[in-house]
C-alpha cells in the first residue's frame, strides 16, 4: 500500500481520535472534577512509565525490522516470535516491581484499586503489537479497528460514567480499550504470522531494544515523567491542571504524529533498498510539512488558550492556561525530534546515535 493511502487512513484514524478526544475530554472534566482528572493523570501516566520499561525500544525495531522483510514469511515468524518473547521477558520483570512498589510506595498505595485495575494495561500491552501491524503497512486494518473501538468507548462512556463516583468505571472502561484491542489484533495477526518457539533468537534484538529503549526512557523525561513527579510532590488539583493542559496538547501533536508513523517503515524499507534520492525528499517534505502546520498551530492556541481551556474544560481549569501556553513550544520541538529520530536515524539503524543525542 502507497505512502498516501496509507497517510489517508492513518489521518482518518487520527481525525477520528481528535473528535472522540473532543467529545470525550470535555465531558470527562466537567462529570469527575479537576481533582479526579488529576488523580486520574498521576495514575494513568505512572503505568504509562512502567509501560515504557515493559516494551522498551520494541515499537521501534519492530516496526524497522518487520517492514525489511514484509514479504518474507519465515524472517516475520523468527523476528515476530523473538521479539514477542522479549516482550514477555520485559513485562514479566516489570510487573514484579511495579506489584512492589504498589505496596511498599504509599502515594501508590493510595490509589492501589486504581493501580490494579491499570496492571491489566501492562499485562495486555505485550500483547498489542502494533509495531507488527504498522511494519507490514496495514495502516486500513489498524485505523478501522481503532475506530470501532473507540467509538464504542464513547458509548458505554456516555452510559456509565455520570458523576464523579464513577471515576473507576471510567478507568476500568479506559483501560478495557488496551485489553480489546490486544485481543483482536493476536487473533488477526495469525493470518500474517506465526509464533514458535523454534524461532526464537533474542541476540539480534537485545542491544537494539535496550538501546532504543533507552531513548525512549530518556524521552519520557519531558513527557510521561513529568505528570508522575507532579503527583509525588503536589496535590491531585495541581496535577489536574497540567494534565489537562498536556492532554490538549497530545490531541494537537498527535495529527502530526500521524505522519511520522506512515512514515517510517517506508523510510527503513527505502533505506535498506539504498534508493537515497527518495529517502532525502522525503525528509525535507516531512520538514515542511511540519514547519507549515506547527508554527501557526502554536502562537494560535498561545494566544486563544483561555478560550480553548474553558470550551473543552469548563470552569474550575484556569490554573490549566499558563501550563498550555508554555508546553505547546514542545509541538516544535518534538515534531523535529520526531522526523530526525523516527524517519532518519532509526531507518538508518544509528541507534547509538540517538541516544548519545
Do not use: C, H
Not at 494534565?243 to 517503515?265: D, E, G, Q, R
Not at 502562537?299 to 484556569?318: D, M
Amino acid at each position: 500500500m502507497g505512502i498516501k493511502k496509507n497517510f489517508v487512513y492513518n489521518t482518518i484514524l487520527t481525525v477520528s481520535q481528535y473528535i472522540i478526544g473532543l467529545i470525550i475530554f470535555p465531558y470527562i472534566s466537567r462529570v469527575l472534577g479537576v481533582s479526579n482528572i488529576g488523580i486520574i493523570g498521576f495514575v494513568d501516566n505512572s503505568l504509562n512509565y512502567f509501560l515504557i520499561f515493559s516494551t522498551m525500544g520494541i515499537g521501534s525495531v519492530g516496526v524497522r525490522e518487520i517492514a525489511k522483510y514484509q514479504n518474507n514469511r519465515e524472517a516475520l515468524n523468527k523476528i515476530f516470535s523473538s521479539l514477542m518473547t522479549l516482550s514477555f521477558i520485559f513485562t514479566s520483570i516489570v510487573l514484579i516491581i511495579f506489584f512492589t512498589l504498589i505496596f511498599y510506595v504509599p502515594k501508590f498505595n493510595i490509589y492501589k484499586d486504581l493501580f490494579y485495575i491499570g496492571s491489566i494495561k501492562i499485562i495486555f500491552s505485550f500483547l498489542l503489537i502494533e509495531w507488527f501491524f504498522k511494519g507490514i503497512e496495514n495502516f486500513k486494518y489498524i485505523s478501522i479497528r481503532s475506530i470501532f473501538i473507540k467509538i464504542l468507548y464513547v458509548i458505554t462512556l456516555f452510559l456509565f460514567v455520570k458523576n464523579e463516583n464513577d471515576v473507576r468505571i471510567y478507568f476500568v472502561l479506559t483501560v478495557g480499550t488496551v485489553l480489546l484491542n490486544a485481543i483482536i489484533n493476536i487473533l488477526y495477526s495469525r493470518y500474517f504470522v506465526s509464533f514458535s518457539i523454534k524461532n526464537i533468537s533474542l541476540k539480534p534484538f537485545f542491544k537494539q531494544t535496550i538501546v532504543l529503549g533507552s531513548y525512549v526512557i530518556l524521552t519520557s523525561m519531558y513527557t510521561t515523567f513529568n505528570v508522575m513527579y507532579l503527583g509525588f510532590t503536589s496535590n491531585p488539583e495541581q496535577v489536574g491542571y497540567y494534565w489537562t493542559a498536556l492532554k490538549i496538547y497530545t490531541i494537537i501533536l498527535s495529527i502530526f504524529s500521524a505522519f511520522t508513523s506512515v512514515m517510517m517503515p517506508r523510510m527503513s524499507a527505502l533505506y535498506s533498498e539504498q534508493n537515497i534520492e527518495k529517502f532525502n525528499q522525503l525528509v525535507i517534505k516531512s520538514f515542511e510539512l511540519l514547519f507549515s502546520f506547527a508554527i501557526p498551530l502554536v502562537i494560535f492556541t498561545i494566544i486563544l488558550a483561555p478560550q480553548i481551556i474553558f470550551i473543552l474544560s469548563g470552569n474550575g481549569y484556569e490554573g490549566a492556561i499558563l501550563p498550555m501556553q508554555i508546553i505547546m513550544f514542545l509541538i516544535i520541538v518534538v515534531g523535529v525530534a520526531q522526523i530526525l529520530a523516527i524517519q532518519v536515524l532509526m531507518p538508518m539503524k544509528q541507534d547509538k546515535t540517538i541516544l548519545i543525542a
